[in-house]
């Protein structure tokens, strides 16, 4: 079935959740704490990136101003608020382990949507009251 309306979805990126943490997080210190949560699913988890890739661009470079002047213990977490901050929609499957975010960029419209496959039961929720926290906040702001 050809459907010519549909926008096809670039694939910005596709791999593990470590390399995804070493990308995002290639300019802090070493020493920075992640928490044990996440610690597991950096090992095991698997990422797919999909959308406009430019708008994943101005993610990470918003991410790296955010965490630049933070702790080390604070930069894991300030990471993932950052995020959740942005987001649409936040989806978590405990069934599948998966857990879905979709980011949009109000001003141009520009879309992109975070699938991470194989994500610990604590990872999950963690993700799940973080966002549930933003879009509750925005909602009420609004």
């Known amino acids: 079935m050809n459907n010519s309306n549909a926008v096809q979805e670039r694939i910005c990126f596709s791999g593990s959740f470590s390399e995804l943490i070493s990308e995002l997080l290639k300019n802090v210190p070493k020493d920075t704490d992640i ?82 496959h194989g994500a610990p039961l604590e990872t999950i929720l963690i993700v799940k009251k973080i966002c549930g926290q933003n879009i509750r906040e925005r909602t009420t702001s609004e």
């Open 35 to 116: 928490p044990d949560a996440f610690v597991h699913a950096i090992r095991r988890a698997y990422v797919e990136i999909k959308g406009d890739c430019e708008l994943l661009d101005e993610l990470e470079t918003r991410l790296a101003n955010v965490i630049e002047n933070t702790s080390p213990n604070d930069v894991f977490t300030t990471m993932l608020q950052s995020i959740a901050a942005d987001s649409e929609k936040c989806s978590v499957s405990i069934m599948w382990d998966t857990i879905g975010i979709t980011i949009r960029d109000p001003s141009s419209g520009k879309r992109i949507h975070i699938t991470i």
